[in-house]
C-alpha cells in the first residue's frame, strides 16, 4: 500500500463507501425534503447543486477529512504564493496572476512579476483598439478584417472555445478563425477564403519552434507572400506570443508585436497571458478584462472559502470519492448551451493532461486512480446516443450539467424545452425506474404476461447515478471566468490529495521528441530505419506512397 492508500482519512472513506453500500438517493430525497438545499451553494455567478450524489453528512466529513490530511489548503497557499510546486520543472505556478485585481505585490525568484503583467495588458489592450477603430491597418492600406490565429494544445483551445463560448458578446466587422491542426486541410481551408490585405496572422508558441504551429505560420506567411506581400509587409499582419523574440524577428515580426510568456504559465493554462490575445480581438479587451475578473473572483473564493463551503473543493472530494471508492473510470460534462459545446474538450485537456499521473511527490508509483477520462457533449444531442450507456450501463459515469437561467435573443419555447431536458435528465439518472414502476405503465398495453414482464425487465433502470448541476444566471465574460477557474482549482485540488504534480507533462513531451524522430526519417529517404519493427514498416510504407 502506498502512504496515501494506507492513510486513516482513506480507509475510513473505504468503510463510508461500504456503509452506504446499496442505499438509493431516491430514498434519500423522499427522506430529506432539504435535500436540495442542504447540498448546494452559490458563488461567483454560479449556483451548484450537488444534492444527487451518493453522499450524505458521514461521506461529506470524511472527504473533508481527507482534504486536510493531505493539506490541501497549504498546497494552494503555495501555489498562489508564487512557491516552486511544479517541482519536476523547478517552477512556481502563477496564471493566477495573470487575472488579479488586488494590486498586491506577486513575488517569483525575489522579483515582483506585477509591472510586467499589467504592462503586457496594457499593450493587448492598445493593439485591440488599434485593430478595431482601423489605426492599425495592412501594409496596402486596409483595416484588419479577418484574424488567423494559430496555436496547439491550450493556445488554441483556450482561446477558441472561450471565444465560442461567448459568441453574443463578439466584436461586429473582425473575424477569428482558430488553427491547430499539423495536417495541412485545415490551414488551406481557412486561409483559401480570405484577402490577405486584410488578415492578422496571431502565432502563439512559447518557444516559436512547435512543430505543428511553427509549420502552419509557414504555410501562412508562404500565402501572403504569394498573394502580393513581401517580407517587409510581415511586419503589418502577423504578431507572436512568445518567449523567442529573437526568432521572431527574424521571422518578420515586429518586435513591439511580440507578446511575452512566462515559465510559470503552462500551456493548458495560458488563455490568461497574452495568449488570450484572439479572444480581445474577438470580444473586445472590456469583455476580455471581464473574463480576467470573473476568474479572479473564484481565485478569491477558492483562497478564502472554508474546505465545506468552497466549490472547487466539493467539486475535487465528490470526482475523487467517485474514481477511487466507486471505480468511476470517467467523467462527463453536459453543457445545455450551444455556445459552451467545446468546454468539455478544454476541461479534458486540463484534467488529463495535468492528473493523467502515476507517480507521487515522493517517486512512490501509485496504487491508485488519478485523473479520469473526460468527455461530453452538448445536450439535448446526448440524449439521443450516448445517455443511454449512463442511464442503463454497467459503469457508473459521474456527469456535470450546465445552464444558463437565461440568454441573450432566445426564444422561451426553446429554453424551457432546453431547460425541461437537462433538469429531467438529472432525475432521471437519480432516480431511475423500478421493475414495479415499468410494469405498471404498461397495463392495458394488450401484452401477454410473459411479454409484459419481459419489457418491463428492459424498461427498468437502477437510478442511483450521480451528477452535479451548475446553474448561471447567464453565461457572460466573468461567468465564464469564474467557471474555467472553478474547473482549474478542482483540478488543482484533485492533484493535491492523489500527491501528484498537476503541473507537468512527461506524456506529452516524449510523443513530441519521437515525433521529430520519425519526421526526420520520412523526410530523409537516406535515413536508417533503426526504430522498432513495426515503425519501421510504417515509415517504409509511407516513404513508398509518396
Not at 466529513?61 to 486536510?68: C, D, H, P, R
Not at 432546453?418 to 425506474?433: D, E, I, P, V, Y
Request: proline share 3%; charged share 20%; aromatic share 10%.
Amino acid at each position: 500500500m502506498t502512504q496515501l492508500t494506507a492513510s486513516p482519512a482513506w480507509q475510513a472513506l473505504q468503510l463510508q463507501a461500504q456503509r452506504i453500500g446499496d442505499q438509493h438517493m431516491r430514498d434519500w430525497f423522499a427522506q430529506q425534503p432539504e435535500r436540495a438545499g442542504r447540498y448546494s451553494l452559490s458563488d461567483c455567478g454560479i449556483t451548484l447543486d450537488y444534492s444527487k450524489n451518493r453522499i450524505n453528512d458521514a461521506v461529506l466529513e470524511s472527504l473533508f477529512a481527507l482534504a486536510k490530511q493531505q493539506q490541501v489548503t497549504s498546497k494552494r497557499d503555495a501555489m498562489f504564493a508564487g512557491q516552486v510546486v511544479n517541482h519536476t520543472e523547478g517552477r512556481a505556478v502563477l496564471h493566477t496572476a495573470l487575472r488579479d485585481f488586488s494590486g498586491d505585490s506577486i513575488w517569483v525568484n525575489d522579483s515582483d512579476v506585477t509591472p510586467e503583467i499589467k504592462a503586457t495588458q496594457v499593450r493587448i489592450k492598445a493593439f485591440v483598439e488599434a485593430i478595431h477603430n482601423g489605426t492599425h491597418k495592412g501594409y496596402t492600406g486596409k483595416p484588419i478584417k479577418q484574424v488567423v490565429s494559430i496555436g496547439i494544445g491550450g493556445s488554441f483551445l483556450g482561446p477558441k472555445i472561450m471565444s465560442e463560448a461567448l459568441k453574443p458578446y463578439w466584436q461586429q466587422g473582425l473575424n477569428v478563425h482558430f488553427v491547430a491542426n499539423v495536417d495541412g486541410c485545415h490551414i488551406q481551408d481557412v486561409l483559401a477564403g480570405l484577402d490577405h490585405e486584410e488578415t492578422l496572422v496571431v502565432m502563439s508558441s512559447k518557444s516559436f519552434s512547435t512543430q505543428e504551429t511553427l509549420q502552419n505560420t509557414l504555410t501562412a506567411k508562404d500565402w501572403f507572400l504569394r498573394s502580393g506581400g513581401t517580407q517587409q509587409d510581415i511586419a503589418k499582419h502577423f504578431v507572436a506570443v512568445s518567449s523567442n523574440v529573437k526568432a521572431a524577428t527574424e521571422f518578420g515580426i515586429a518586435e513591439d508585436n511580440i507578446f511575452p510568456m512566462w515559465d510559470w504559465v503552462g500551456g493548458r493554462y495560458s488563455l490568461w497571458s497574452a495568449i488570450g490575445l484572439p479572444i480581445a480581438l474577438r470580444l473586445g479587451y472590456e469583455h476580455y478584462e471581464a473574463l480576467l475578473k470573473g476568474a479572479y473572483e473564484m481565485d478569491c473564493h477558492f483562497k478564502t472559502a472554508p474546505l465545506e463551503q468552497n466549490m472547487p473543493v466539493i467539486m475535487a472530494l465528490l470526482g475523487v470519492w467517485y474514481t477511487n471508492f466507486f471505480g468511476a473510470q470517467s467523467h462527463v460534462l453536459l453543457p445545455y448551451y450551444h455556445y459552451l459545446r467545446g468546454f468539455p474538450a478544454y476541461v479534458q485537456q486540463l484534467d488529463m493532461e495535468s492528473n493523467g499521473k502515476s507517480v507521487a511527490a515522493e517517486k512512490e508509483t501509485v496504487d491508485y486512480a488519478t485523473g479520469p477520462v473526460i468527455w461530453g457533449s452538448e445536450g439535448t444531442n446526448g440524449q439521443h446516443s450516448f445517455h443511454q450507456l449512463i442511464h442503463q450501463g454497467q459503469v457508473l459515469i459521474p456527469a456535470d450539467f450546465m445552464l444558463p437561467l437565461k440568454v441573450p435573443n432566445q426564444d422561451a419555447t426553446h429554453h424551457a424545452m432546453l431547460a425541461s431536458n437537462c433538469f429531467g435528465q438529472t432525475q432521471a439518472l437519480m432516480q431511475g425506474k423500478t421493475y414495479e414502476e415499468a410494469y405498471a405503465e404498461l397495463e392495458d398495453k394488450g401484452l401477454s404476461e410473459e411479454k409484459r414482464v419481459s419489457l418491463a425487465t428492459h424498461k427498468t433502470m437502477p437510478g442511483n447515478k450521480p451528477s452535479n448541476t451548475l446553474l448561471f444566471e447567464q453565461l457572460d465574460p466573468r461567468t465564464l471566468g469564474s467557471l474555467v477557474a472553478l474547473y482549474e482549482h478542482k483540478v488543482f485540488v484533485q492533484g493535491a490529495i492523489w500527491n501528484i504534480n498537476s503541473f507537468d507533462q512527461w506524456g506529452v513531451e516524449l510523443g513530441k521528441v519521437l515525433g521529430n524522430q520519425v519526421l526526420d526519417k520520412i523526410q530523409n529517404a537516406d535515413a536508417a530505419l533503426d526504430l522498432d519493427g513495426s515503425t519501421n514498416a510504417l515509415i517504409e510504407r509511407f516513404r513508398n506512397a509518396q
